[in-house]
Nanobody, 116 residues
């Protein structure tokens, strides 16, 4: 089992920055990748960043140039640095841990609100 706990969400003005953290615990040795996703009511959950066990990263066009995923293996923590935030970035942001089988563990999410 893997447990994920997100933190760092909150209220930020448009153009501002925010850094999210995801701390993993449990049986994490088999995890192949970690990712961040976001979801708003009535919309599909969408990937915003992914990092593989080898350190490769992947971002959709909506996040490229503004979002950066990173990790600290000594702390079992994955980060999402977000800059130049826009109102449309407002969502609940979820952390996910990927097994080779395709199964994903999910955190409970952290709210990000971009508004003036």
């Amino acid at each position: 089992q893997v447990q994920l706990v997100e933190s760092g969400g909150g209220l930020v003005q448009p153009g501002g920055s925010l850094r999210l953290s995801c701390v993993a615990s449990g049986s994490i040795s088999s995890i192949n990748a970690m990712s961040w996703h976001r979801q708003t009511p009535g919309k599909q959950r969408e990937l915003v960043a992914l990092i593989t066990s080898g350190g490769d990263t992947n971002y959709p066009d909506s996040a490229k140039g503004r979002f950066t995923i990173s990790r600290d293996n000594t702390k079992a923590t994955v980060y999402l640095q977000m800059i130049r935030l826009k109102p449309e970035d407002t969502a609940v942001y979820y952390c996910a841990a990927h097994h080779p089988s395709g199964f994903k563990y999910w955190g409970r999410g952290t709210q990000v609100t971009v508004s003036s």
